[in-house]
């Protein structure tokens, strides 16, 4: 079955620096997407790509968050200067799309962000 | 805004039961829906996907079903086994070009022995 692969599993980082978060999505899919999930709450979407662009970003997805396809198999999260409350499993998922519907998404196992 | 509300909260039960898990949407124009299953501390490993076309979708012991018409969905988990363990969370999108799913909090499942 292909999966979607991310890495670090696990990140801590001090509050101020940037980090990366890399994804690997399944090759054949269309659209990419990043979300996150606060200790405790929701699974929360931060932003979707596709075609090389951002098509739907949510408040959370501020200037301090960028997202790359830096070559046909990688995606990443950039946050540029992270917060304490940044601190969260952060998700990458990937799904098909049809002209008639879209299939299911695919999500990776996640690389959970500590900002101390 | 969509919202998605997924009652119980939690459930314990004794392995062998039935069980059936509820989601429900604010806004009842969902697109697609997907039960997804998450361990403590891992991803979420997605179950039953049920499109724009469909109402229903069966995988083994589990059934899900979704009522476009009310916003609801329910998760049938038929003779439960310790290994079905989990928190079990309902996803869905709205179409009309936005592809972003929207979770509920889940249900935390515990199936005694």
């Known amino acids: 079955e292909p999966e979607v692969t991310q890495t670090p599993s696990h990140q801590v980082t001090q509050m101020g620096q940037e980090v990366i978060l890399r994804c690997v999505p399944i090759?054949?899919?269309?659209?990419f997407y990043w979300y996150r999930q606060i200790l405790g709450q929701k699974v929360e979407f931060l932003v979707s790509?596709?075609?090389?662009?951002?098509?739907?970003k949510s408040e959370i997805f501020d200037d301090q968050f960028s997202v790359e396809r830096p070559d046909g198999s990688n995606f990443t999260l950039k946050i540029r200067s992270t917060k304490l409350e940044d601190s969260a499993m952060y998700f990458c998922?990937?799904?098909?799309?049809?002209?008639?519907?879209?299939?299911?998404?695919?999500f990776g196992s996640g690389t959970r962000l500590t900002v101390v | 805004k969509q919202e998605v509300t997924q009652i119980p909260a939690a459930l314990s039960v004794p392995e062998g039961e039935n069980l059936v898990l509820n989601c429900s949407f604010t806004d009842s124009a969902i697109y697609n829906l997907q039960w997804f299953r998450q361990d403590p501390g891992k991803g979420l490993t997605s179950l039953l996907l049920i499109q724009s076309s469909q109402r229903e979708q069966t995988s083994g012991r589990l059934n899900a079903s979704l009522d476009k018409s009310s916003g609801r969905s329910t998760l049938y988990i038929a003779a439960s086994q310790p290994g079905d363990s989990a928190t079990y969370l309902c996803a869905g999108n709205s179409g009309a070009g936005s592809y972003q799913l929207t979770f509920g909090k889940g249900t935390k499942l515990s199936v005694i022995p």
């Open positions: 090759s054949n899919h269309l659209y």
């Open positions: 790509f596709y075609n090389n662009e951002i098509s739907e």
């Open positions: 998922a990937s799904s098909a799309t049809l002209d008639r519907g879209q299939y299911g998404y695919t």
